[in-house]
């Protein structure tokens, strides 16, 4: 059973940065494909970005991509969210999740099996 941790949301004004951390216990962590997904009020979970058990393979949502990088610390078993230019449509709470071990990344939110308590993020402008 892998536990997810997210920290490091919060409030920032528009064109800020924001890097999110995401503690893995309770698993071999660099087994697990990893992904940051969001929820804005009233919307739907969607994938921000993912990222292959060894960080070779990165993906990113149209709407991140030049802005988000994900990157993971196998050592530390910790997964990361450097955000960017962050506008209003940014505000959410994002979620990592872990996906069952040896499956490569997925950009699907039925294909992460752990989930964490997610952390809010909150843009103004």
């Known amino acids: 059973q892998v536990q997810l941790a997210e920290s490091g949301g919060g409030s920032v004004q528009a064109g800020g940065s924001l890097r999110l951390s995401c503690a893995a216990s309770?698993?071999?962590?660099?087994?697990?494909?990893m992904g940051w997904f969001r929820q804005a009020p009233g919307k739907e979970r969607e994938v921000v970005a993912a990222i292959s058990r060894n960080g070779d393979m990165t993906y990113y949502a149209d709407s991140v991509k030049g802005r988000f990088t994900i990157s993971r610390d196998n050592a530390k078993n910790t997964v990361y969210l450097q955000m960017s230019v962050l506008n209003s449509e940014d505000t959410a709470v994002y979620f990592c999740a872990a996906r069952i071990r040896y499956l490569p990344a997925s950009t699907q939110t039925s294909g992460y099996a752990y989930w964490g308590q997610g952390t809010q993020v909150t843009v103004s402008s």
């Open positions: 309770g698993g071999t962590f660099s087994s697990h494909a």
